[in-house]
Every structure is written in C-alpha cells, then in structure tokens.
C-alpha cells in the first residue's frame, strides 16, 4: 500500500506561481503513472497533467504550456510546477498513482486559490 501526501497548496494572485509537491511512501515498487488532477466546487474531478514509467507527460489543455509535471525518484516524490495561475485554476488538486496491477492510490488533496 502506498501512501501519498501533498503539499504546497495556498492563495496566490493571478498570474502568480506555485509547486505542488507529493511525496509518496509506502509500497511504491510497480507505478506505472503518476498524475495531478483537481476538483472545483460543483465540478467534476479532471485530470491536469500526467506521466507514465516511461517518461511520456500529457496536459490538459487548459493547462499546456503553464504547468509542469516532474518527479525525483530519490525522494518518491512529484511535483507540479503552475505559472501564469488564473482564477479558474482555483480547485482541489490531488496527486494520484497507477500501478501495473491497475490498483490506484490518491493523496488527500491540497487547496489551491487564485484570487486578488
């Protein structure tokens, strides 16, 4: 069982920056995917931005060009790299895994507010 745990979430003004961190700890051997995905009030949870073992990366569109989605194996640990935030990126954003078993394991999310 792996356990995944975000952080860096907050308030931040538009066009401002943050990086979301997930370090996971646990039984991490077999990942095939990690990825990020956010949850706004009274929306649907969406993926952002996604990457497999083999080192492809997909972004939502909405996304492209804004967000990076990077990890340190040494720490266990991804990341998500958000510039040029706009208020519609406010959401929960959650880390997630994939193993090659098709098993899946979630962090509890961290809150993320693009505001003036």
């Known amino acids: 069982q792996v356990q995944l745990v975000e952080s860096g979430g907050g308030l931040v003004q538009p066009g401002g920056s943050l990086r979301l961190s997930c370090a996971a700890s646990?039984?991490?051997?077999?990942?095939?995917?990690r990825a990020w995905y956010r949850q706004a009030p009274g929306k649907q949870r969406e993926l952002v931005a996604a990457?497999?073992?083999?080192?492809?990366?997909n972004y939502a569109d909405s996304v492209k060009g804004r967000f990076t989605i990077s990890r340190d194996n040494a720490r266990n640990t991804m990341y998500l790299q958000m510039n040029s935030l706009k208020p519609e990126d406010t959401a929960v954003y959650y880390c997630?895994?994939?193993?090659?078993?098709?098993?899946?394991?979630w962090g509890q999310g961290t809150q993320v507010t693009v505001s003036s």
């Open positions: 990457t497999t073992s083999g080192g492809s990366t």
């Open positions: 997630n895994v994939v193993f090659a078993s098709g098993s899946s394991s």
């Open positions: 646990g039984s991490i051997f077999g990942i095939y995917s």
